[in-house]
Antibody, heavy 125, light 106 residues
Framework: EMQLVESGGGLVQPGGSLRLSCEAS????????MSWVRQAPAKGLEWVAN????????YYVDSVKGRFTISRDNSKNSVFLQMNSLRAEDTAIYYC??????????????????WGKGTTVTVSS | EIVMTQSPSTLSMSPGEGATLSCRSS??????LAWYQQRPGQAPRLLIH???TRVNDIPARFSGSGSGTEFTLTISSLQSEDFAVYFC?????????FGQGTKVDI
């Protein structure tokens, strides 16, 4: 069974830092882009960041650029999200997600096919 | 960024009834549209990608349709486990964006 298990969430003061981890089992992340998606309390879903298979290409939603860093260790089948300068609006459940692609006319398009259960980040004084 | 708008926000249904959920994109997303289900207290799970392709283990009562900017998720006969929130998502362009969700409740 394919699984993603997140850890590292918790309560942190504004301006603080957290490092989220995501360990995959049942598949090898080597083959996939991986993403983090968050969901603020009683809100919808927001893609946060993703990282290419070899870790060289990374993309972020504008609101976290310069504060969050996504990384991966394929040897440990794991993905990470370093979150610095945290703000109250970063409070959310953070989901680790596997990206899956379809190829159309030679172009790749990525949807999200495996989700972890999430880890909760609360930013409050 | 492409804005995804779902309607209605809440759909009150009875078991056995059929439900139709709508999703509209602010720009053409071609066929790059997915649907996710989120049961209370659980993570989202993928139901459908590429407008109408059901993933493994998703029952045939779920079907997707549409093209361009207008899409529909149809649940032919609601079962108790289908009462949940449903999100659409476009993955035609970056950033990938989600609708705000439709809650299907009893």
């Amino acid at each position: 069974e394919m699984q993603l298990v997140e850890s590292g969430g918790g309560l942190v003061q504004p301006g603080g830092s957290l490092r989220l981890s995501c360990e995959a089992s049942g598949f090898n992340i080597y083959w996939n882009w991986m993403s983090w998606v968050r969901q603020a309390p009683a809100k919808g879903l927001e893609w946060v960041a993703n990282i290419k298979q070899d870790g060289r290409d990374k993309y972020y939603v504008d609101s976290v650029k310069g504060r969050f860093t996504i990384s991966r260790d394929n040897s440990k089948n794991s993905v990470f999200l370093q979150m610095n300068s945290l703000r109250a609006e970063d409070t959310a459940i953070y989901y680790c997600v596997r990206d899956q692609h379809v190829v159309v006319d030679g172009n790749f398009y990525y949807y999200m096919d495996v989700w972890g259960k999430g880890t909760t980040v609360t930013v409050s004084s | 960024e492409i804005v995804m708008t779902q309607s209605p926000s809440t759909l009150s249904m009875s078991p056995g009834e059929g439900a139709t959920l709508s999703c509209r994109s602010s720009q053409n997303v071609n066929s790059h549209l997915a649907w996710y289900q989120q049961r209370p207290g659980q993570a989202p799970r993928l139901l459908i990608h590429s407008v109408s392709t059901r993933v493994n283990d998703i029952p045939a009562r779920f079907s997707g349709s549409g093209s361009g900017t207008e899409f529909t998720l149809t649940i032919s006969s609601l079962q108790s486990e289908d009462f949940a929130v449903y999100f659409c998502q476009q993955y035609n362009v970056w950033p990938r964006t989600f609708g705000q969700g439709t809650k299907v409740d009893i």
